[in-house]
């Protein structure tokens, strides 16, 4: 069982930034992917950003260009770096990963972030 720890949610001010973390209870190199996905209330959990195994990388058409996802591997990390941030950036934000053996998928439980002046 993969245990996923999100942090860095909160309220911020429209334009301002916020930095998201999920820390993998096992090492993120035994993962195909590690995602970003958000869920506004009353919409569908949509992907925001991914990175692969080999490092490649990949945005929602909406957080292209303001979001920018990363990884530390000594910390089992990945991040995401959000910046000029929007009211519909609104929404709980989840960590999620595909392991690589069985391709099975494990979720964060989701922190909560609101763009609100």
């Known amino acids: 069982q993969v245990q996923l720890v999100e942090s860095g949610g909160g309220l911020v001010q429209p334009g301002g930034s916020l930095r998201l973390s999920c820390a993998a209870s096992i090492s993120i190199f035994s993962f195909n992917a590690m995602d970003w996905f958000r869920q506004a209330p009353g919409k569908q959990r949509e992907l925001v950003a991914t990175?692969?195994?080999?490092?490649?990388?990949g945005y929602g058409d909406s957080v292209k260009g303001r979001f920018t996802i990363s990884r530390d591997n000594a910390k089992n990390t990945v991040y995401l770096q959000m910046n000029s941030l929007k009211p519909e950036d609104t929404a709980v934000y989840y960590c999620?990963?595909?392991?690589?053996?069985?391709?099975?998928?494990?979720w964060g439980q989701g922190t909560q972030v609101t763009v609100s002046s």
């Open positions: 999620r990963v595909v392991e690589s053996t069985f391709l099975k998928i494990f």
């Open positions: 990175i692969t195994h080999g490092g490649s990388t």
